[in-house]
């Protein structure tokens, strides 16, 4: 990205529109994104890549390019906006890309009744990341109009059962990049780290129960986390990432524990006779949502993060479960 890019939000932060994310609706709003210039193999794959991207976020409502009344030529500059305003759109995209040798794609945003650019910038990746410089420039569509960071540059982590068992995978949000992280055996119930190095995970790999690992995604590395009592699972880490919530098996009873992001320190913070389990984070840190069938079946209780305070929230149904 270069300044003009800097320059353009700025001025049009002053009266620009926005997509409310307060309310329990949203309005989507009406894009259309014109054909690329400049390479026509390059161009075609952005187009599709900010297409997908901006239709599953569910912000926008991309217009039918059939229905576009501007020429296909149209340049970066000089836009007839009467005619983008006549087909229904609200903002318009335009890019320009070639890829001699990397994927160099100027890309720009306009407010379409205004007749304002919004934001305008150049975008570079590898030929093979060409999907990573539309995503970071559909991101910084949706933080215009949002105010939020967007997802498209985020990964997912997920568990592919095969024939020799269930590995831990990654991959971008949309299903591209996929990387395998564990080799054979069970692994479960990944769970990312705050600052996307690590993921921990639980794992029958050294035989015997399951305990939890963890693996870093960059390296593939993968070292031993907990091993406590017949079995550790279901790991979480804390927002600010420097402990980790699990369940452990002990005594023919399972609680909920906490203990350093690094493992250590693990102390138990439930005590009821029964199971406890899926414990998670609030977004502050402070508390802790799990399950516990302590008053006969799986209910949903809340807990300071110390063990203390423990309150049920769950009062109809007989399994709740999986607090998030």
């Not at 320190?265 to 508390?287: H, L, Y």
Request: glycine content about 10%; some cysteine; aromatic content about 8%.
């Amino acid at each position: 990205m270069n300044l003009a890019f800097l320059l353009a939000v700025m001025l049009a932060a002053v009266d620009r529109p926005v997509i409310d994310l307060s309310g329990g609706r949203i309005q989507p709003l009406p894009l259309a994104i014109a054909k690329p210039l400049g390479s026509q193999e390059t161009g075609t794959a952005i187009e599709a890549v900010l297409a997908q991207d901006f239709e599953r976020s569910g912000l926008f409502r991309l217009l039918d390019p059939a229905s576009f009344l501007a020429p296909p030529d149209e340049g970066m500059t000089g836009i007839d906006y009467s005619k983008w305003v006549t087909v229904g759109a609200q903002a318009l995209i335009k890019a320009s890309c070639d890829a001699s040798p990397d994927v160099n794609c100027e890309m720009r945003l306009y407010d379409v009744a205004r007749g304002q650019e919004l934001l305008h910038g150049t975008y570079t990746a590898p030929r093979p990341a060409l999907r990573l410089a539309a995503h970071r420039f559909g991101d910084d569509v949706v933080r215009f109009f949002t105010r939020e960071p967007g997802v498209f540059q985020t990964r997912i982590a997920w568990v592919r059962e095969s024939e020799t068992g269930k590995q831990v995978m990654v991959s971008d949000w949309d299903g591209f990049g996929v990387q395998p992280l564990t080799g054979a055996s069970i692994n479960l119930l990944p769970s990312w780290s705050p600052d996307g190095r690590m993921i921990a995970f639980t794992s029958f790999r050294e035989g015997g129960g399951a305990h939890l690992y963890t693996v870093d995604v960059a390296s593939r590395q993968v070292r031993s986390l907990i091993g406590l009592g017949d079995f550790s699972t279901g790991a979480s880490y804390s927002p600010d990432g420097s402990r980790l919530l699990f369940s452990a098996s002990q005594n023919d009873n399972t609680d909920v524990y906490v203990a350093q992001a690094d493992g250590s320190g693990a102390r138990r913070i439930t005590e009821a006779r029964g199971i406890d389990i899926s414990a998670s984070w609030s977004p502050d840190g402070k508390r802790v949502a799990f399950v516990s069938e302590r008053a006969g079946t799986p209910q949903i209780y809340t807990m300071a993060a110390d063990g203390s305070d423990v309150r049920r929230i769950t009062f109809q149904g007989n399994y709740n479960q999986e607090p998030a």
